[in-house]
């Protein structure tokens, strides 16, 4: 069987019976921040859920032109941040598929992976809600899993768009106000950049590995 992630690779092997509730929070985490992790763990405890799997994204159909660090590094930095928190890990099936990254096929290769009583729960930001219609299988995307769509500072989430998101596929849409931290991976890049402090804007180790090596200096 392929390998999803280190912690988590065995869930829902024991009681066929009992539901396992499997988040699922994908980005291209460049780097990972307090954002992410905060609201990671808010859905977790919010939906019940019994781990939370971070996925950074391979090439990203929607990001080709933009300058993204090496994969490898956004890997470790998530692999960094998520040490600390038993319900956390990070998987490298995006990094490691071939071509572009859909969350489609992300979600089918989990539901290939593991037993049908692990649910999955696909969280991301309000604003990346917005466009997922328009990503590729929407509509089956929808059937893999739950999602939950979180408040991210900036980004408010009009009835309109709701409704809009209602009206093209049959997804399963719960929303979740977090506690509003104003921070995104261009910011901290920006300040890394311009020689500003990024301690606690993300774990300590992440922001060492940051200094180390130099990156986004
Ligand atoms: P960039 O500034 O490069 O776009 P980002 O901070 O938006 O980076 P991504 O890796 O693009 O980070 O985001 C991954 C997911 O995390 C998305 O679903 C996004 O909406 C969500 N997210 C990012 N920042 C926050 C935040 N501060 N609070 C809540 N959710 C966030
Ligand atoms: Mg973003």
Request: hydrophobic share 45%.
């Amino acid at each position: 069987m392929s390998i999803i992630c280190e912690r988590f690779d065995s869930l829902g092997l024991g009681d066929p019976s009992a539901t396992v509730r499997l988040g699922i929070m994908g980005g291209t985490f460049d780097p990972i921040h307090i954002g992410h992790l905060a609201c990671a763990e808010q859905a977790r405890v919010a939906h019940g859920l019994d781990a939370v799997v971070f996925i950074p994204t391979g090439v990203q159909p929607f990001k080709r032109d933009k300058k993204v660090t090496d994969a490898a590094m956004r890997f470790e930095m998530c692999r960094l941040a998520c040490a600390s928190n038993p319900h956390f890990d990070v998987s490298s099936i995006e990094i490691d598929r071939e071509g572009e990254t859909y969350t489609v096929d992300t979600l089918r290769q989990l539901r290939a992976h593991y037993p049908d009583n692990v649910h999955f729960y696909f969280i991301t930001g309000a604003d990346a809600m917005l466009s997922i219609v328009k990503w590729r299988d929407s509509a089956l995307i929808a059937d893999l899993a739950h999602l939950i769509a979180v408040t991210r500072p900036g980004y408010v989430m009009t009835d309109e768009a709701k409704e809009e998101l209602a009206a093209h596929a049959d997804f399963d849409v719960s929303y979740l106000e977090t506690t509003a931290l104003s921070v995104s991976s261009s910011m901290l890049r920006e300040w890394v950049g311009c020689g500003k402090s990024i301690r606690y804007l993300t774990s300590l180790a992440v922001h060492d590995y940051i200094l180390a090596r130099g990156l986004y200096a």
